[in-house]
């Protein structure tokens, strides 16, 4: 079987330049895309599900990516590609210290459905140090996340934290 489909699932909590970069690559190698919101019972979001979808797929509008399917999902991610009938899943690495969570992740999904691969992209250089996190807490105190996220994300996080 040829791989040809494939979710690129996270929080983004708000999606940033790191995780674009991450669709653009992944869109050369998958006919079929799509970004999967996931309700992550884990973190408390800073945005709920809903603001998270409409604000992924503005910012998708804004630099110019189309045919990427955002849809959101509460459940196990293994089941949010069964459910939309995927090969694969695509997530971004970081640095080292993503390595032990992501690997504990795919080596779960892939016991969960060995038929579902996890398909891994170095992230580019210079958006190895950037996380979603890190753009709220400079955002929260005022400071530019221009070169960070889209400007629609931008404002976004300006009108939640009141600015
Ligand atoms: O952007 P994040 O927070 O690193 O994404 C993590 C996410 C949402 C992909 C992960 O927490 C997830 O898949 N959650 C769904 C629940 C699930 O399937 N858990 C078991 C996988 S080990």
Known sequence: MTITSAVYPGSFDPITYGHIDIVRRAKKLFARLLIAVVANPNKTPFFSIEERVAITKAALDEVGITGVEVISYDGLLIDCAKAYKVDAIVRGLR?????????????????????????????????????????????????????????????????????
Do not use: W
Request: charged share 25%; proline share 1%.
């Open 95 to 163: 640095a080292n210290s993503d390595f032990d969570y992501e690997f504990q992740m795919a080596l779960t999904n892939r016991d969960l459905d060995s038929d579902i691969e996890t398909v891994f992209f170095m992230t580019a250089g210079r958006y190895s140090f950037l996380s979603s996190s890190i753009v709220k807490e400079v955002k929260r105190y005022g400071g530019d996340v221009s070169s960070f996220v889209p400007g629609c994300v931008e404002q976004a996080l300006a009108r939640k934290f009141g600015h």
